[in-house]
């Protein structure tokens, strides 16, 4: 079955410790986002691509890096420049940037 | 910039009801596309409905349609034979109908319940 694949399920992260959230997918969609959702709120756009070996930042960029060197993979590092990190992380992808977006399940990042 | 506004943080409904989730936007493109998204206690992100601006008619999909006003920029989902599976936040969201540099927006988002 196609979709999107976000690993792992929960993450730790110490301090100064910079951790590396994987998404990959098998839709062959050309568009891939990061989004970080705080608890009760909406989504906030970290970073997207909108196709290999190119990406732009989005609302919250700061502290947050990304690489898109295959189709299929867009990983997120939460550096340690990034000071509350806790939240639930979510990759979509879209075959185009203005069409419906598929969601993975998400990433949730807590502080040890 | 878009921005998306939806004034309902909570809404609850009785099982076998309609209920109807508001969401306005405001933008200065003339082509575009909004959608609802549904997140379950489970977290997963779900389309349930897409619109494009330049259609008139409204989007429905079984249960789920929604009343697209482009003058006024509203964007409501009305939800009908509510089920306690319907119980979930709610969001609108907004992308410009360009292919190149579109993202969406979303609204901060309504938590709906469904009560039996």
């Known amino acids: 079955d196609g979709g999107i694949t976000q690993s792992p399920k929960y993450l730790f992260r110490k301090e100064g410790q910079n951790v590396t959230l994987s998404c990959e997918q098998n839709?062959?969609?050309?568009?891939m986002y990061w989004y970080r959702q705080d608890p009760g709120q909406g989504l906030r756009l970290i970073y997207y691509?909108?196709?290999?070996?190119?990406?732009q930042k989005g609302d919250i960029a700061e502290g947050y890096s990304v690489s898109r060197e295959k189709k299929e993979s867009f990983p997120l590092t939460v550096t340690s420049a990034q000071k509350n990190p806790t939240a639930f992380y979510l990759c979509a992808s879209s075959i185009e940037g203005n069409q419906p977006q598929h969601f993975g399940d998400g990433t949730r990042l807590s502080i040890l | 910039a878009q921005t998306v506004t939806q004034s309902q943080p909570e809404m609850s409904v009785q099982e076998a009801e309609t209920v109807t989730l508001s969401c306005t936007y405001d933008t200065s493109e003339n082509n575009y596309y909004l959608f609802w998204y549904k997140q379950p206690p489970s977290r997963q992100m779900i389309l349930v409905i897409r619109?494009?601006?330049?259609?008139?008619q409204n989007a429905t999909e079984n249960r789920f349609s929604v009343n697209f006003q482009k003058a006024a920029k509203s964007f409501s989902l009305k939800i009908s034979d509510s089920q306690l599976g319907d119980t979930a936040m709610y969001f609108c969201?907004?992308?410009?109908?360009?292919?190149?540099?579109?993202?969406?927006?979303f609204g901060e988002g309504t938590q709906l319940t469904v009560n039996p």
């Open positions: 619109q494009e601006a330049y259609k008139q």
């Open positions: 839709l062959n969609h050309d568009a």
């Open positions: 969201a907004f992308t410009r109908g360009e292919t190149s540099g579109s993202r969406l927006t």
């Open positions: 691509s909108q196709i290999v070996n190119d990406f």
